[in-house]
Nanobody, 126 residues
Framework: QVQLMESGGGSVQAGGSLRLSCTISERTVNTVVVAWFRQAPGKEREGVAGFVISSGGTVYADSVKGRFTISRDNAKNTVYLEMNNLKPDDTAMYYC???????????????????WGQGTQVTVSS
């Protein structure tokens, strides 16, 4: 079972930056993709970015392209989400997830993942 723990959330003003961390404890089965999702109150969970462990390939939602960067530190077994130029619409609970999506098109779909962290809150004020 893969265990994930997020950290780094907080409150910032619009235009500010935050870096989220997802530390992964992997006991069994290789993790193929680690992805970040977010969910705002009253809205569905939305895929934000995904990182393919074997290739280093990345996938981003259109809403965050050019502002967010996902990366991995192998030594620390941690996946980061660097968020720049934050907007009030980015306010949400952010979750990381690990799993084996069927293809690139499934990387930002929540149903592709069985292992989830507890989440970290990001609040952006105008």
């Amino acid at each position: 079972q893969v265990q994930l723990m997020e950290s780094g959330g907080g409150s910032v003003q619009a235009g500010g930056s935050l870096r989220l961390s997802c530390t992964i404890s992997e006991r069994t089965v290789n993790t193929v993709v680690v992805a970040w999702f977010r969910q705002a109150p009253g809205k569905e969970r939305e895929g934000v970015a995904g990182f393919v462990i074997s290739s280093g390939g990345t996938v981003y939602a259109d809403s965050v392209k050019g502002r967010f960067t996902i990366s991995r530190d192998n030594a620390k077994n941690t996946v980061y989400l660097e968020m720049n130029n934050l907007k009030p619409d980015d306010t949400a609970m952010y979750y990381c997830a690990a799993g084996i999506p069927k293809n690139y098109g499934a990387i930002l779909l929540s149903r592709s993942y069985n292992d989830w962290g507890q989440g970290t809150q990001v609040t952006v004020s105008s």
